[in-house]
Nanobody, 111 residues
Framework: QVRLVESGGGLVQAGGSLRLSCVASGLYFSVDVGRWYRQAPGKERELVALITPVGSVNYADSVKGRFTITRDNAKNTVYLQMNSLKAEDTAVYYC?????WGKGTLVTVSS
């Protein structure tokens, strides 16, 4: 059974940092594209960042230069380092691999 479990969310002041983790079980994350999405209240879910099996990355324009996605294949984990957080980054952040989704972790940025 495939499971994706996110952690690392919380409450942080604007300008602060958080690191999200997504641990996968039941699959080898290393052979798949790992993605982070987010959904803010009243808004559609949007792609934040992705990382390919060979380590190529891509980011939404709104987070470029502030967020970094990485992966640790030995730990079957994908990370999202979020720096210089803004109030508009407040959302539930979801890990994704293909058709599989985690339950999300809430990030709240206070201004």
């Amino acid at each position: 059974q495939v499971r994706l479990v996110e952690s690392g969310g919380g409450l942080v002041q604007a300008g602060g940092s958080l690191r999200l983790s997504c641990v996968a079980s039941g699959l080898y994350f290393s052979v798949d594209v790992g993605r982070w999405y987010r959904q803010a209240p009243g808004k559609e879910r949007e792609l934040v960042a992705l990382i390919t099996p060979v380590g190529s990355v891509n980011y939404a324009d709104s987070v470029k230069g502030r967020f970094t996605i990485t992966r640790d294949n030995a730990k079957n984990t994908v990370y999202l380092q979020m720096n210089s957080l803004k109030a508009e980054d407040t959302a539930v952040y979801y890990c994704n691999r293909g058709f599989d989704w985690g339950k999300g972790t809430l990030v709240t940025v206070s201004s």
